[in-house]
């Protein structure tokens, strides 16, 4: 069952394509104080945001995994992903999950603190949480094009004025 319906669509910033996707998605986790590279996803048909609401959806063709190479650690990512982003903080994350140990844990919410301490939060639906570096899910080259794009945001807006 798809968790995104025509009705929310109606009400979103929808982004169509893997390349605006990736560029929009990197974009407004910068926007809202987390790490660029919290969602290393791959071939991603379509994404959304209500500003709103805050509610994020993200659809990419097939589930992926991806090991963060400077904690070592396991996470997977279902083809639809959905959550409510506000300042420093995603919450209510569902197609999301982590490998600790033996197990895959759900993660249902995302924080880092204010202000900022250089450490990052993930918590289960069970309250069970682990924090790790900030600096571990912070992807250089994408730092730039974010601010590229605000840069380009700016400009329009003076024009616009």
């Known amino acids: 069952m798809a968790l ?4 929310i669509k109606a009400n979103a910033e929808v982004y169509y394509g893997d390349e ?20 290393p996803l791959q071939d991603i ?3 959304g945001y209500v500003k709103e ?9 097939k589930k992926t995994t991806h090991k963060f190479e400077k904690i070592g650690r396991l996470a997977s990512y279902e083809p639809e992903i959905t959550a409510y982003v506000e300042p420093n903080k995603i919450k209510k994350l569902t197609g999301v999950k982590t490998k600790e140990l033996l197990l895959w844990l759900t993660l249902s919410e995302i924080s880092v603190p204010d202000p ?3 450490k990052i939060s993930f918590k289960t639906p069970s309250g069970l949480f682990r924090t790790f570096p900030t600096s571990a899910f912070e992807l250089e080259d994408v ?3 974010a601010d590229v794009t605000k840069a380009e945001e700016e400009r329009k807006e003076v024009k616009e004025v």
């Open 53 to 61: 609401t805050g509610f994020v959806w993200l659809k990419q063709k």
């Open 20 to 39: 605006a996707c990736q560029v929009k998605s990197k974009f407004l986790l910068t926007e809202v104080g987390l790490p660029n590279g919290l969602l």
């Open 45 to 47: 048909e379509e994404c």
């Open 143 to 145: 730092k730039k094009v």
């Open 116 to 118: 900022p301490t250089g």
């Open 4 to 7: 995104v319906t025509e009705e």
